[in-house]
């Protein structure tokens, strides 16, 4: 029987008993620093973490970490409608939030399997309609400027969206105004271009953290365009360029491991501070499909970077 069930004896001493307590409150406060130091640093740093330690499979998994659900929106608003995907969970406080265009001619059925794939994966996506099939990548970025403007003012899942913490996305000519789009307002978290067609080709005045692919065979936006153009991004800009060996000018329209577990990364990189994920592109983990990789390693979000210069 331990000494905290035994009936008290006369025998005891007040010095003995003042030595128990001061022994019970040492274990205490040992105990205490334990459970502090169990909980992983980077999520008491990063309020903006979501979901489980990421590993390679899970970056190229169809689904990920969180169910999700979407929402349809009618044309209006600045833009042609489109579809937001989104985590049902709520238990974790809000999400970052990515708007995506499709290209010249294309439709967001097009480019579809990115809404549930990013979504599952802690993300609210809102692909988008163009208001016209053929509208410029200026235009193009002007709407996916609006459309974050609604899905963070009027959209259902305005709640669960964090409005400081957006980035945008597209392809071809929507890729374009996706980086029309970072120009434009570099408070974005992210910016992604899948073989983006910039009539300037120049990202001289880009500030956000800007993810470039472009595809070997293509011949309306060849590889040799996209390499000059990610020149031109500022040395003090996060950036990256991803050449996919093989791939022509349309090949995001189908489902694909090579572009989710890279793109994966960076939007979890940039817009929930999270650098768990740097793993897999600093330096690039998985070389399996890509011809030819570039980045500005080590890529540090700009949160980090400024907690970093403060220490």
Same mark, same amino acid.
């Given at each position: 029987?331990?000494?905290?069930?035994? !009936?008290?004896?006369?025998?005891? +001493? *007040?010095?003995?008993?003042?030595?128990?307590?001061? /022994?019970? &409150?040492?274990? /205490?406060?040992?105990?205490? %620093?334990?459970?502090?130091?169990?909980?992983? %640093?980077? &999520?008491?740093?990063?309020?903006?973490?979501?979901?489980?330690? *990421?590993?390679?499979?899970?970056?190229?998994?169809?689904?990920?970490?969180?169910?999700?659900?979407?929402?349809?929106?009618?044309? $209006?608003?600045? #833009?042609?409608?489109?579809?937001?995907?989104?985590? !049902?969970? +709520? =238990?974790?406080?809000? #999400?970052?939030? /990515?708007?995506?265009?499709?290209?010249?001619?294309?439709?967001? *059925?097009?480019?579809?399997?990115?809404?549930?794939?990013?979504?599952?994966?802690?993300?609210?996506? #809102?692909?988008?309609?163009?208001?016209?099939?053929?509208? =410029?990548?200026?235009?193009?970025?002007?709407?996916?400027? @609006?459309?974050?403007?609604?899905?963070?003012?009027?959209?259902?899942?305005?709640?669960?969206?964090?409005?400081?913490?957006?980035?945008?996305?597209?392809?071809?000519?929507? $890729?374009?105004?996706?980086?029309?789009? %970072?120009?434009?307002?570099?408070?974005?978290?992210?910016?992604?271009?899948?073989?983006?067609?910039?009539?300037?080709?120049?990202?001289?005045?880009?500030?956000?953290?800007?993810?470039?692919? &472009?595809?070997?065979?293509?011949?309306?936006?060849?590889?040799?365009?996209?390499?000059?153009?990610?020149?031109?991004?500022?040395?003090?800009?996060?950036?990256?360029?991803?050449?996919?060996?093989?791939?022509?000018?349309?090949?995001?329209?189908?489902?694909?491991?090579? /572009?989710?577990?890279?793109?994966?990364?960076?939007?979890?990189?940039?817009?929930?501070?999270?650098?768990?994920? =740097?793993?897999?592109?600093?330096?690039?983990?998985?070389? =399996?499909?890509?011809?030819?990789?570039?980045?500005?390693?080590?890529?540090?979000? @700009?949160?980090?970077?400024?907690?970093?210069?403060?220490?």
């Amino acid at each position: 029987m331990s000494d905290e069930n035994r !009936t008290p004896s006369a025998s005891r +001493t *007040p010095s003995i008993t003042l030595v128990r307590r001061a /022994l019970t &409150a040492i274990a /205490l406060a040992a105990g205490l %620093a334990a459970t502090s130091a169990a909980q992983p %640093a980077s &999520a008491a740093a990063n309020p903006y973490q979501r979901g489980p330690a *990421p590993t390679a499979a899970s970056v190229a998994a169809v689904t990920g970490p969180f169910a999700t659900a979407s929402v349809s929106v009618p044309r $209006g608003n600045g #833009f042609g409608g489109g579809v937001i995907y989104y985590p !049902t969970d +709520t =238990s974790q406080g809000t #999400f970052g939030g /990515l708007a995506i265009s499709p290209g010249l001619n294309g439709t967001w *059925p097009g480019i579809a399997w990115l809404g549930p794939r990013l979504a599952s994966q802690g993300l609210i996506v #809102f692909g988008i309609e163009t208001n016209n099939l053929n509208d =410029s990548p200026t235009s193009r970025g002007t709407q996916l400027l @609006a459309a974050l403007d609604y899905l963070t003012q009027r959209s259902s899942v305005r709640s669960r969206l964090d409005p400081g913490r957006l980035a945008v996305a597209g392809h071809s000519m929507g $890729g374009g105004g996706a980086l029309d789009a %970072a120009l434009r307002r570099p408070s974005l978290k992210a910016a992604i271009g899948n073989a983006p067609y910039l009539p300037s080709n120049s990202l001289a005045g880009d500030r956000v953290p800007t993810l470039i692919y &472009a595809m070997q065979n293509d011949t309306l936006v060849p590889p040799s365009r996209l390499t000059s153009l990610y020149n031109t991004i500022p040395a003090t800009t996060e950036r990256a360029y991803l050449e996919i060996t093989g791939a022509g000018h349309n090949y995001i329209g189908q489902p694909s491991t090579t /572009l989710a577990r890279t793109m994966i990364p960076w939007l979890k990189i940039f817009v929930d501070n999270d650098t768990r994920f =740097s793993q897999f592109l600093c330096p690039l983990a998985d070389q =399996s499909g890509i011809r030819q990789y570039r980045s500005s390693c080590p890529l540090v979000p @700009a949160t980090t970077r400024a907690l970093t210069t403060a220490g």
